[in-house]
């Protein structure tokens, strides 16, 4: 009920990843994704696709023992399958996740070994082809303001652009940490710096980090908020950026938790009332 009271589409987790969908070369199972579609055509929301090709969350059968060649093919098919089965109902994909290290360099993966820098093109391509009607995203994390990693995304898709290959938009996960985030200009002037080479920007995976703050918990919160203000006041003052969403909603759910310890990082708290953050990204909007 809150879900479709508060918020304007959905983003799947894990639901749509090759793992999940395809966990053996004959098998195939979309049940997760195909009922967060259903709730989705119920209530009028949007859902966007996640991921397409990404080094994480991979079935085991796809592994550094399959040729060049065999890779080429399970990609191929795998496209060609998950595509076609949402169509036009899901408009946006993300299509290739994650494909740069902290740096700016490629990030060593079993797309990477097997057919260099080339991939991320040609993932854009094969999106092209089984989705014509999509939107196509380019996600990663650490990217939100500019840095060596925001200038290595830009050129990347500057040159997929060129290449003459359909790409859309980027994502920016924002996974932040309260007092470690960059500033509202800082990622104001990334995101215009994206819209500038045609691209839409969506804010992809939005949680911040507080279990560091000391304090009570109604300043901590607070803390909290304005980190969720200036991200989303960002957003609004620039005409790329289209989308925000956040990467759960209630802390009683979290990926923080496990990955990094016991965290309140979402607009909700645990017994689903709102937050100061939730008033802020309303406030900023």
């Known amino acids: 009920a809150l879900l479709v009271e508060q918020f304007g589409g959905e983003t799947p987790e894990n639901a749509t990843k090759w793992g999940s969908v395809q966990p053996d070369p004959e098998t195939w199972d979309f049940s997760a994704a195909d009922s967060m579609l259903e709730l989705a055509q119920e ?20 592994s550094e023992s399959m040729s060049a060649e065999e890779l080429s093919l399970a990609m191929e098919t795998h496209f060609a399958e998950i595509l076609p089965h949402f169509g036009s109902s899901v408009e946006d994909w993300d299509v290739v996740n994650e494909a740069l290290e902290w740096n700016g360099a490629m990030r060593e993966s079993i797309f990477y070994s097997k ?94 980090q507080i279990r560091h703050l000391q304090g009570p918990e109604t300043d901590r919160f607070l803390a909290q908020a304005m980190t969720y203000y200036d991200v989303t006041a960002a957003c609004v003052e620039n005409s790329a950026c289209e989308q925000l969403t956040f990467w759960g909603y209630t802390d009683r759910y979290s990926w923080i938790d496990s990955w990094f310890g016991e965290d309140d990082p979402l607009l909700y708290d645990e017994d689903l009332l709102p937050k100061a953050a939730r008033d802020a990204v309303h406030q900023a909007l």
């Open 115 to 208: 057919f260099g820098s080339a991939y991320v093109q040609d993932a854009f391509a094969l999106a092209a082809k089984y989705a014509p009607h999509a939107r196509l995203f380019y996600n990663d994390y650490s990217i939100e303001g500019i840095n060596s990693k925001s200038d290595a995304t830009a050129k990347l898709l500057e040159e997929i652009q060129k290449a003459g290959v359909p790409v859309h938009g980027v994502g920016l996960q924002m996974h932040l940490t309260h007092g470690n985030a960059p500033s509202r200009e800082d990622i104001s002037a990334n995101i215009q710096r994206f819209g500038d080479l045609g691209l839409l920007v969506h804010i992809s995976e939005m949680d911040v």
């Open 43 to 62: 209530y009028d929301l949007r859902m966007k696709g996640h991921t397409l090709v990404w080094h994480s969350q991979l079935p085991s059968w796809v």
